[in-house]
C-alpha cells in the first residue's frame, strides 16, 4: 500500500482535515439512496445502497469543456469513444467550467454488479479531491490505479497496471501523493446510459399505468355516486301529472272549439265560390265575416249579372275595365 508523503501530510494539517474529511470518519460514506425513477418504477426496494468497491482491469479519464445541459450526452460520447464502444459506464464531475469523467466498457464490470470504483472519489469536486499537484493512488489486489493532472499541459491522467510495477513508477515522481481510502470516501456510482433509458422507459409505463387505473375507479366512483344520487331522489310525480291532465284538457277543449266554429264553414263556401267562378270566368276579389256577416265580391262577365248557381248577388253600378261588373254576395 502507498501513503501520504510528508508534504502530503502537513498540507492536511494545516488545512485542518484529512482526506473525506467533507463525509467524516466516524460517520463513513454517505448512504445512496433511490432516485425519483427507481420510486416511480417501484425499483425502490430493490436498489442497492452498499455498492462494494472494484478496480477495473480498464478505465479512462478526461475532461471536456462543460456546456450546461449536454453533459450526459457530451461525458457519453467522449466515453464511447475512448473505450472503442456505446456499452461504457461511466461517472463525471463539473467543476472549473470542464467536465471531469472516468469511464470504463461494460465488459469490465461483467463480474463486478453493483460495485464502485474508488478512483472516482478523486475526481475535482469530489470527497477525497485536494488540488491537481497531488497523485492520488488506489491499490486492490495486486492491481493499482493512479490520477494525476500533468503539470505542464494541466491534463488529467489515468494509470492502471500491476501495483508491484505501477507503484514504483508513479512514487518516483515529484508530487504529493495521497491513497484513496473506500471506508471513508463518497460513494460515487457508475452510470450506464442504456440502463437508465430502460429505467425510464419502465418509470413511464408504470406512471401510465397508474394513471389509467386513477382515470377508471374515478369514472366507475362517479357512475356509483351518480347511480346512488338517482336512487334516492325522491320522485313527486303528483304535480307533474296534474299538469299533465290540465293540458290534455285544455287540447281537448280547444279542438272542440275549432271544431264549433265557423271557420271551416267559410272555408267551404270560398271554396265553392272559387269553383263556380272558374267555370264562368270569374274572379273572387274580397270574402270578408263581419259581425256574424259575410259579405264577399266578385267579378263577373256581364251576361252572368244575376249570378248563377250558388253566386247570387246585386250588381255595383259600373263597368270594370276588363268589360266585367262588380257582384256583391251576403250569402
Known amino acids: 500500500m502507498a501513503f ?25 460514506p454517505a448512504r445512496m439512496r433511490p432516485g425519483m425513477a427507481d ?16 478496480l477495473p482491469s480498464e478505465i479512462f479519464g478526461g475532461s471536456l469543456p462543460h456546456i450546461p445541459g449536454t453533459e450526459e450526452e457530451a461525458v457519453w460520447n467522449a466515453a464511447s469513444q475512448a473505450c472503442g464502444t456505446e456499452r461504457v459506464h461511466y461517472c463525471y464531475t463539473v467543476d472549473d467550467g470542464r467536465c471531469w469523467y472516468l469511464a470504463v466498457p461494460s465488459v469490465a464490470l461483467a463480474s463486478a454488479p453493483d460495485t464502485w470504483c ?4 478523486a475526481l475535482p469536486g469530489n470527497s477525497e479531491y485536494w488540488d491537481r499537484e497531488t497523485v492520488y493512488l488506489y491499490e486492490q489486489e495486486g492491481m493499482a490505479s493512479a490520477l494525476r493532472w500533468d503539470p505542464e499541459t494541466a491534463r488529467m491522467q ?4 500491476a501495483a508491484r510495477t505501477l507503484l514504483p513508477r508513479i512514487q518516483s515522481m515529484d508530487a504529493n501523493f495521497v491513497t484513496i481510502n473506500p ?22 409505463a408504470m406512471v401510465l399505468l397508474y394513471s389509467g387505473l386513477a382515470v377508471s375507479f374515478l369514472a366507475v366512483g362517479v357512475i356509483v355516486l351518480q347511480f346512488l344520487m338517482t336512487g334516492f331522489v325522491k ?15 285544455d287540447l281537448m277543449i280547444n279542438a272542440y272549439g275549432a271544431l264549433q266554429s265557423d271557420t271551416i264553414r267559410h272555408m267551404v263556401r270560398i271554396q265553392e265560390l272559387l269553383d263556380t267562378l272558374r267555370t264562368i270566368e270569374g274572379t273572387l276579389v274580397r270574402y270578408e265575416v263581419k259581425g256574424g256577416k259575410v259579405e264577399w265580391e266578385a267579378l263577373v262577365p256581364k251576361s252572368f249579372s244575376q249570378g248563377v248557381g ?8 259600373g263597368i270594370e275595365g276588363d268589360g266585367r261588373v262588380r257582384l256583391v254576395g251576403t250569402s
Open 4 to 28: 501520504p508523503t510528508k508534504d502530503t501530510l502537513k498540507k492536511m494539517t494545516r488545512a485542518g482535515a484529512t482526506p473525506g474529511a467533507s463525509v467524516g470518519a466516524d460517520q463513513g
Open 39 to 54: 420510486i416511480i418504477a417501484g425499483e425502490a426496494k430493490d436498489f442497492r445502497t452498499d455498492l462494494s468497491p472494484f
Open 118 to 121: 474508488p478512483l472516482a472519489a
Open 158 to 161: 489515468v494509470y492502471i497496471g
Open 183 to 204: 471506508d471513508v470516501a463518497t460513494i460515487i456510482p457508475w452510470r450506464n446510459r442504456a440502463l437508465r433509458t430502460e429505467k425510464l422507459s419502465r418509470a413511464t
Open 235 to 249: 320522485r313527486d310525480l303528483a304535480k307533474v301529472k296534474a299538469d299533465s291532465e290540465k293540458l290534455s284538457n
Open 310 to 317: 250558388p253566386i247570387r248577388g246585386t250588381i255595383k253600378p
